[in-house]
């Protein structure tokens, strides 16, 4: 068949070509139309096949950009969630080695890179493509100067709170253990993690660097491990119409054993105020926890009971100078003359009065009645919780520093409870003096003079609780002064310790000082608002937010020397990025706030807006005060101490602020170094040649009564375009 099919083929193509030649032309032509015409037909369809793609991609990228359009308006152009998207569409349209980012994109990945730490920081990066930088270009886009072991940082300082227009600051100080640990920085050839030796006070710094074996040996030989880190805090005090609460700072961090003297305290606190006074900045005063070593370093510097003055202030203008009215010298022991203000921290006095309630060795009794924690499990047990709110793990004896706890035990739902039982008078009245203790020195939101108010009740309870003690509970044959022979006699068990007990006085008796300042123009009014300031607690967070850096795969939360200076490189960064942000209006990113401070800077901003000056009169203190003191009366009544008082003629004000006094020069002070104060200062980048102050040492014949990956990622004290941003400190 093939081959008949190809004969006839043949055959057929020999007849065709036997046609005439027009024939064939005619024939041939219309082939070509017919295959012309099914062509066109073809590109036609292509065509509108083609046309039909193109319209729909057309149609596609339309919707595309309206979509696009669409998300960009719900984002404007100062809102930072428009910067991450048009950072993720200009990144996906380039090489990886070309990315670009944005300031605000920098400052969103140095934040994350902080607080979540590197592995968290790398996993977020690798799945949101095109928006974070790596580690290293965050790196290379801060400009820093490190902490340095010793290294005080006035100048940092000075420019953080110029560039805020501060020049009040108050300064506090505190210790936190650490891993004793030596470990060698490359970046600065040193060693850190042996105690940092003191020279007049002040920390030596670059005290361990060595260059030969021998010396590395000797220091390894001679001197002892660190085991704990002191840190200095400065709290700027702002004006009153900022309505932010400037973040602190580090002044300086060093390890320590503390193994320091009163002396060696005092003579540190004046170099520091001497720094700051050089530099236009006036230091209002130091806080701590009450550690005995600074208090008696307080009592020193205020000479307050102490049997000879050792202070001795030769530039009057160095000092705060108030002029303290006669009538109220028989009640109020601070001298009129006074080169800082001292304030021990509220949250450790409080914690300092419960601490004492729930020791066992303590049997704490006002007039008729006991003062027990025994009293709170009845009612824990006797009463349904919704009434009063505590729980057994409140009365935990080994939880010392349960601020919380205070706060649960001492509220008005507690009190209220209490009073309906007359044998719970004496814990009644011991629970009100920590909740007006708390009131006068943690609340924020609190007046000056309610704070005077709180603080006096409190004082002249305790005046005249420890007088009655003193009536009724000692031997009747021993006077004062042979009690003051006895050295275990501020050990009473039917009273609060003696540190507690000078906490109380020092602290009432500063709030007065600096109504007084105020109300002679001595201080701005503003300093009135910024007085729950004056605490260490700025150095426990400091010490809380270090711990809270360590990385989500390390289980060790403490650090050594050196990786404690890391991390406040890190908290530096962190806090300045904060600063910044709270200012900021474009491409602004937002930190939570917790609710409780969020309502007090609102509330403080209202009041801002509605600024009244409050009027700051003696007479009106005075007022107060004496109100305060027939509160105090009052509750002595209650508990039925008034008995003995009024039969020993020891009731009224100045008959009880006699005999206190005479009690309170039991714990009088002594010490045989004498350390002047004159005017000159040492401003070590100045031409002027200043010298420091001198300390002349004379003898006094007293007698003294009684994970660490997480921490290499280097941080910056100051973040590169920043928009005026030069310095920040350390907040809460």
Excluded at 206 to 229: D, G, M, P, S
Excluded at 386 to 413: M, P, R
Excluded at 672 to 683: F, L, M, P, Q, R
Aim: proline share 2%.
């Amino acid at each position: 068949m093939i081959v008949h099919f190809q004969d006839k083929t043949v055959d057929e193509q020999s007849r065709t070509s036997d046609l005439p030649i027009h024939i064939r032309s005619i024939k041939d032509f219309r082939k070509q139309k017919d295959y012309e015409s099914s062509l066109s037909d073809r590109k036609k369809s292509k065509l509108d096949i083609n046309k039909k793609k193109l319209k729909n991609n057309s149609s596609a990228k339309i919707n595309k950009k309206i979509h696009k359009v669409q998300v960009y308006n719900k984002a404007s152009d100062a809102n930072f969630l428009f910067a991450v998207l048009e950072t993720i569409d200009f990144n996906s349209h380039r090489p990886s080695n070309n990315y670009r980012y944005p300031q605000c994109v920098f400052r969103f990945a140095t934040i994350i890179a902080i607080i979540a730490g590197r592995y968290a920081y790398e996993f977020l990066r690798m799945n949101l493509r095109f928006l974070l930088p790596t580690i290293q270009t965050i790196e290379n886009n801060w400009s820093y100067q490190p902490y340095k072991e010793a290294n005080f940082r006035f100048e940092e300082t000075q420019t953080y709170l110029s560039s805020n227009n501060c020049q009040y600051v108050f300064v506090s100080e505190d210790c936190s253990a650490i891993i004793p640990r030596i470990e060698y920085d490359a970046s600065l050839d040193i060693f850190n993690g042996f105690v940092t030796p003191v020279v007049e006070g002040l920390p030596t710094e670059n005290a361990f660097r060595c260059t030969t074996i021998q010396q590395l040996k000797n220091l390894f030989e001679t001197n002892a491990y660190a085991n704990l880190v002191n840190i200095h805090v400065a709290q700027p005090i702002a004006d009153s119409n900022n309505a932010l609460v400037l973040p602190t700072t580090v002044l300086a961090a060093y390890g320590t054993d503390h193994k320091l003297t009163a002396i060696d305290i005092l003579k540190r606190w004046l170099i520091i105020y001497k720094k700051f006074y050089s530099r236009g900045i006036r230091v209002l005063g130091f806080s701590t926890d009450g550690d005995p070593k600074f208090l008696r370093a307080m009592r020193l510097a205020a000479n307050f009971f102490v049997r000879t003055q050792i202070l001795n202030i030769y530039n009057n203008t160095l000092a705060f100078k108030v002029k303290i009215p006669s009538n109220w010298m028989s009640w109020f022991f601070l001298g009129s003359t006074q080169l800082f203000l001292f304030v021990q921290d509220g949250v450790h006095l409080c914690t300092k009065l419960r601490n004492r309630m729930l020791s066992k060795s303590a049997e704490l009794t006002m007039g008729s009645y006991e003062i027990s924690m025994e009293h709170l499990h009845d009612l824990i047990r006797s009463t349904n919780k919704l009434d009063h709110n505590l729980s057994i793990s409140d009365l935990n004896v080994k939880d010392k520093q349960n601020f919380a706890s205070c706060q649960k035990i001492s509220d008005d739902k507690v009190l209220n409870l209490l009073l309906l039982n007359d044998k719970y008078r004496g814990t009644y009245n011991y629970l009100l003096i920590l909740n007006l203790l708390i009131t006068a020195y943690t609340e924020k939101a609190i007046a000056l003079s309610d704070r005077i108010y709180c603080a006096s009740i409190v004082l002249f309870y305790v005046r005249l609780w420890r007088i009655w003690l003193h009536i009724e509970r000692s031997p009747r044959k021993n006077t004062l002064s042979e009690k003051s022979k006895n050295k275990k006699k501020d050990q009473s068990p039917h009273f609060i310790t003696s540190n507690a007990l000078l906490c109380i006085e020092l602290n009432a008796h500063y709030l007065i000082y600096v109504y007084l300042l105020i109300e002679q123009n001595v201080l701005p009014q503003s300093i009135a608002e910024s007085t729950y300031l004056f605490s260490s607690q700025p150095c426990e967070n400091i010490f809380r937010n270090a711990r809270a850096l360590s990385g989500v795969y390390s289980t060790r939360i403490n650090f050594t020397i050196m990786q404690f200076l890391k991390r406040l490189n890190k908290l530096n960064a962190l806090t300045e990025l904060k600063h910044f942000e709270e200012t900021n209006t474009e491409q602004k990113i937002v930190f939570p706030v917790h609710h409780k401070i969020k309502r007090f800077m609102d509330k403080k901003q209202s009041n801002n807006n509605n600024t009244k000056l409050t009027s700051f009169n003696t007479h009106d203190l005075e007022k107060i005060i004496l109100h305060a003191y027939e509160i105090a009366q009052n509750m002595a009544n209650f508990v039925d101490l008034s008995n003995s008082l009024i039969k020993n003629n020891m009731f009224n004000i100045e008959q009880s602020s006699k005999i206190a006094k005479q009690l309170l020069h039991l714990n009088c002070l002594t010490e045989s170094e004498i350390v002047d104060v004159d005017g000159s200062t040492d401003d070590e980048e100045s031409s002027d040649d200043e010298d420091l102050d001198t300390y002349n040492k004379e003898l006094a014949d007293i007698m003294c009564d009684g994970d660490f990956s997480e921490d290499e990622l280097n941080t910056s004290n100051s973040f590169e375009n920043l928009q005026g941003t030069t310095y920040s400190g350390v907040s809460e």
